[in-house]
């Protein structure tokens, strides 16, 4: 761990973080190298899991709603549940199939402002490890709708994932949405049936 010499110096930092960056203090640039390093740890980590030996026989896609986490049959990011102010919900809680790594980025509302706060992403059904916490806010007191996170936050196959939010206002159920950029590496053949050449 750097010490405090060392961040006074300006030497890079080895800390996990966990906050989200407004998509406007992004360029192209840096969104597409996100985007990237993302791919890149995704697939390492598929490897590392022992998924394929060969990242040749991987695939990289978008994550799926409900094809990768169980969500709406139309593939929709919505909020199921109904909104209570300040009382924390569950989005989605899905176990990652045996088979595949994903990763989410970034996040994504349909206007701003939005009735979420806070949003965590969790390990486990009762969201006892917390790798991912976000405050929404900042995005819609600029009238942004998209956010990157700080760091990549990845489910290995048979890792349940759990979203939870915060409503800020009330809202019915299926009435909100909430929407990932996120990718999920699986063997080809999983979801696409032959590479792209």
Request: net charge negative; proline share 3%.
């Amino acid at each position: 761990m750097a010490n405090l010499e060392e961040i006074k110096r300006g030497a890079p930092l080895r800390a996990t973080s966990s906050y989200l960056i407004p998509v406007g203090d992004l360029s192209l640039e840096d969104r597409q190298a996100l985007r990237r390093d993302a791919d890149r740890k995704l697939i390492m980590n598929a490897l590392d899991a022992r998924i394929k030996s060969d990242d040749k026989d991987l695939l990289i896609r978008d994550t799926l709603p409900n094809t990768d986490l169980g969500l709406a049959a139309q593939e929709d990011w919505l909020i199921a549940g109904a909104g209570i102010l300040a009382t924390e919900l569950q989005y989605l809680s899905a176990a990652v199939a045996n088979n595949r790594v994903i990763g989410f980025f970034g996040v994504s509302v349909e206007s701003a402002p939005a009735s979420i706060s806070r949003l965590r992403l969790t390990l486990g059904a009762a969201s006892a490890q917390t790798r991912g916490s976000y405050q929404l806010e900042q995005l819609y007191s600029r009238l942004e709708t998209a956010g990157y996170f700080s760091e990549l936050v990845q489910f290995v196959q048979i890792e349940v994932c759990r979203i939870m939010v915060m409503p800020r206002l009330a809202f019915v159920a299926n009435s909100e949405r909430l929407a990932f950029m996120a990718r999920t590496v699986e063997p080809i053949g999983g979801v696409i049936s032959t590479a792209s050449v």
